[in-house]
T-cell receptor, first 113, second 112 residues
């Protein structure tokens, strides 16, 4: 069974640009969550989608947005990039919303110059 | 507001000895707790969990202890092995369809 797949793995952008990251969950998993990992801050929750609907949302500004498609694949978008957006963005899927066991992808490393 | 806290950013332990990783939480509504392990260039992987109705859960070399009155949990690894060197994240969730909240992580180094 294929794991969670994230693309691209690495990308470099400049301030003011926007970026779109993609995540394909494990087959059969309808929930996709996004986390931002930065040194000293751990994993900060961005949002979660289930069956194309945003079910949970973290405390990030509106520049961070996401969506989920009918095949459960998800994208997150960051507009007007800032230097502080440089981070590892992790996607995770789970079988149901009431389980705590998440399956993570390898992440997308974003560097903003 | 960091609801799940891991106050030790790093820990070094000799191979064969016990590793104890600690985690504190502030939200009394959390009722399920998990530990994840993360190697460099990989995503975190689930390690072990515990429900709030228990105070201990064991899986091989890994044991998680929960002290609800102190809002504290710990992960014990016995014996520690060099392959255990990784970043360990404590996580928690409330009941129902809620997000999983993670701590800041503790980097464990097991010295051969």
């Amino acid at each position: 069974k294929a794991g969670v797949t994230q693309t691209p793995r690495y990308l470099i952008k400049t301030r003011g640009q926007q970026v779109t990251l993609s995540c394909s969950p494990i087959s059969g998993h309808r929930s996709v969550s996004w986390y931002q990992q930065t040194p000293g801050q751990g994993l900060q929750f961005l949002f979660e989608y289930f069956s194309e609907t945003q079910r949970n949302k973290g405390n990030f500004p509106g520049r961070f947005s996401g969506r989920q498609f009918s095949n459960s694949r998800s994208e997150m978008n960051v507009s007007t990039l800032e230097l502080g957006d440089s981070a590892l963005y992790l996607c995770a899927s789970r079988t149901q919303l009431n389980t705590g066991e998440l399956f993570f992808g390898e992440g997308s490393r974003l560097t903003v110059l | 507001d960091q609801q799940v806290k891991q106050n030790s950013p790093s820990l070094s332990v000799q191979e064969g000895r016990i590793s104890i990783l600690n985690c504190d939480y502030t939200n009394s509504m959390f009722d399920y707790f998990l530990w994840y392990k993360k190697y460099p260039a990989e995503g975190p992987t689930f390690l072990i969990s515990i429900s709030s109705i228990k105070d201990k859960n064991e899986d091989g070399r890994f044991t998680v202890f929960l002290n609800k009155s102190a809002k504290h949990l710990s992960l014990h690894i016995v014996p520690s092995q060099p392959g255990d060197s990784a970043v360990y994240f404590c996580a928690a969730k409330t009941g129902g369809y809620q997000k999983v909240t993670f701590g800041t992580g503790t980097k464990l180094q097991v010295i051969p």
